[in-house]
């Protein structure tokens, strides 16, 4: 089974036009462009481009995964709760004729949309070139392989895989994450100890392994 990707609450919030829109909600990813383009043009799309980029799992009931509900006032019968207002697929408050309701699956249900898991925790490591000397600060996912760390760190080294991977002089597992290698998270400490973390960023070093393996 294909392992799924993740994503920074930051990769997340640059996906925020009609073009190009994502929202995370209930530790998931989705890619909602194909449901702006379907309903181009239509005043639903508002409350939903209004939070373009954004985490919109207070729109939800945790338990049951769907939207909030509350009883309405005015009809004493159980509505979906849209402070924002009504979006698509969320039906009307009164019964209505020229309302579908034959879409199937409503979006905020249909795994079509799904794009990958929002990371519980990012975090923040430099990678240094010991050939180069380069170094880059990157944020990555702390479920993430290192693996899948250097696929993020390709786009400043395409030969990224052609070097070996160590931190403080022992090789790193890169079927593993970075606290299964030992980098330990201790934002907690730090603030604790009212330090700055940006002063203490994890390294990993890059050592040349004389071959130009490239993806």
């Not at 019968?77 to 698509?88: A, D, H, N, Q, S």
């Not at 969320?90 to 209505?96: E, F, G, K, M, S």
């Not at 490591?125 to 380069?134: A, F, G, K, Y």
């Amino acid at each position: 089974m294909r392992r799924p990707k993740y994503f920074t609450p930051t990769e997340v919030s640059l996906h925020n036009t009609l073009d190009d829109l994502w929202v995370s909600y209930l530790g998931k990813v989705y890619d909602l462009t194909p449901l702006v383009h379907e309903f181009k043009g239509d005043v639903l799309l508002k409350p939903i481009i209004e939070c373009a980029g954004k985490d919109i799992s207070h729109w939800f009931d945790p338990k049951k995964k769907d939207i909030l509900t509350r009883i309405d006032p005015l009809t004493g019968c159980l509505k979906y709760y849209t402070p924002r207002g009504r979006f698509v697929h969320v039906p009307p408050p009164c019964p209505r004729t020229d309302w579908a309701n034959d879409f199937g699956r409503p979006w905020w249900r249909d795994s079509r949309f799904e794009a990958g898991l929002l990371s519980a925790k990012t975090r923040w490591i430099r990678i240094i070139n010991t050939l180069t000397s380069e170094e880059q600060k990157l944020e990555v996912c702390s479920e993430e392989t290192l693996d899948e760390i250097l696929q993020r760190y390709l786009r400043y080294n395409s030969h990224a895989a052609s070097y070996t991977w160590k931190h403080n002089h022992v090789n790193l597992d890169m079927t593993k994450t970075l606290c299964e290698n030992g980098f330990f998270d201790e934002d907690e400490e730090f603030y604790k100890c009212r330090m700055d973390r940006e002063l203490y960023t994890e390294s990993i070093c890059l050592h040349f392994n004389d071959d130009l393996t490239e993806f």
